[in-house]
């Protein structure tokens, strides 16, 4: 009886020890900073969202999925200049480099929502839930601005 | 016997000196040597559609007209185009600020109906004016002022995008296409293109 009773809770044991073994998962070695979400034109109902992804870990890691409340579809997408030409394109991960920064942008990556549901005030915030490759997440909050456009800054006046 | 291997050596020498001398300045007539004055599409003329009425070129004589071929759902590149426009209309004097319009020419009319464009348009600047067309019109415009674009559908929510051009066009207060901006042009040098075509 002791001794079931004790092989009992060395399983526990265990069962309570691994689990922060696997729970040092991708979103914990990911730091967020500078969330965004672009305010639109009334009637516009998708944006782009922006944040940048730091990654203090030893381990490459990627940001594969995207979702949010505040619109229909969330997705990964980028913006490519080829021969002249703007293209936006569905992206199936953003690879974060091992001790490296990935930032999302006007004009390169970002998370697109399509099919807002509802107007985005500006200083409202946006939640989104970022999913790494192993499914971790992480929840981020980001405020609804006119988005500063580097250039867009005109030095004396 | 050996001066005449010097001889021959300073010939064959010489004629190579001029073979490259006249090569280089072959080379030098042959191109367009640094030219400053980009070879422009002809531009010209036309009529389109905005919410509150058709939209001419012509009516527009006097004034600096940037034209900019995008669409409303474009989600990144558009909206950094004309915010970088808006900017610049910011920092001009009423005076100026009234001799200069901005046309958004959508080239995707089954998404942008003129209503919404001026919705879109107006939500960056009072000045700038979204106008759209039929596809044919619309595609005839944007051939003579160099714009290009291609539906592309996508895997993807948004359906299909418009891969696109970024140009800004400055039309001159004579209705010349007179200047193209390139994609990520600041503020600053927006402003300098509209202020050397303002009439004084």
Redesign the interface.
């Known amino acids: 009886m002791i001794r079931s009773a004790i092989s009992v809770a060395s399983v526990v044991a265990m069962l309570v020890a691994v689990p922060p073994l696997w729970a040092a998962g991708a979103a914990d070695s990911i730091q967020i900073a500078d969330p965004s979400v672009?305010a639109?034109?009334?009637?516009?109902?998708?944006?782009?969202a922006y944040l940048t992804l730091h990654n203090t870990g030893k381990q490459g890691h990627a940001l594969v999925k995207a979702a949010s409340p505040a619109a229909?579809?969330t997705?990964l997408?980028t913006?490519v200049?080829e021969g002249?030409?703007?293209?936006?394109?569905?992206v199936a991960k953003m690879d974060i480099a091992p001790g490296g920064t990935t930032r999302l942008q006007?004009?390169g990556l970002?998370i697109?929502l399509?099919?807002l549901t509802q107007p985005l005030a500006e200083g409202a915030h946006v939640p989104i839930t970022l999913i790494f490759e192993d499914g971790s997440r992480k929840a981020v909050h980001a405020p609804v601005r006119?988005?500063a456009?580097p250039?867009?800054?005109?030095?004396g006046? | 016997m050996r001066r005449l291997k010097i001889l021959v050596s300073l010939i064959v020498a010489g004629l190579l000196l001029g073979g490259l001398a006249a090569y280089v300045a072959g080379q030098r007539a042959g191109e367009p040597v640094a030219d400053s004055t980009p070879r422009l599409p002809s531009g010209g003329d036309f009529t389109l559609d905005s919410a509150d009425g058709p939209v001419a070129l012509a009516s527009l004589r006097g004034q600096v007209v940037l034209i900019y071929f995008g669409y409303a759902s474009c989600p990144d590149v558009c909206p950094t185009s004309l915010a970088l426009i808006k900017a610049a209309l910011q920092t001009l004097a009423p005076a100026d600020l009234a001799r200069v319009r901005v046309l958004f020419i959508s080239v995707d009319p089954a998404r942008d109906t003129p209503a919404k464009l001026k919705q879109y348009a107006g939500y960056f600047d009072p000045n700038i004016v979204g106008v759209t067309g039929k596809p044919a019109e619309i595609g005839a415009v944007a051939l003579r002022y160099g714009a290009t674009y291609r539906f592309t559908p996508v895997q993807s929510a948004v359906g299909y995008v418009v891969d696109h051009t970024s140009l800004t066009s400055v039309v001159g207060p004579d209705g010349r296409l007179v200047e193209q901006l390139p994609h990520g042009t600041t503020a600053a040098e927006i402003v300098a293109a509209i202020r050397r075509w303002l009439p004084h």
């Not at chain 1, 639109?40 to 782009?48: A, I, K, L, S, Y």
């Not at chain 1, 250039?151 to 030095?155: D, E, L, N, Q, S």
């Open positions: 672009r639109v034109p009334p009637g516009q109902d998708q944006t782009g229909r579809a997705e997408h913006v200049d002249g030409m703007s293209k936006m394109r569905p006007p004009g970002h697109m399509i099919g006119a988005i456009v250039g867009a800054t005109m030095p006046h």
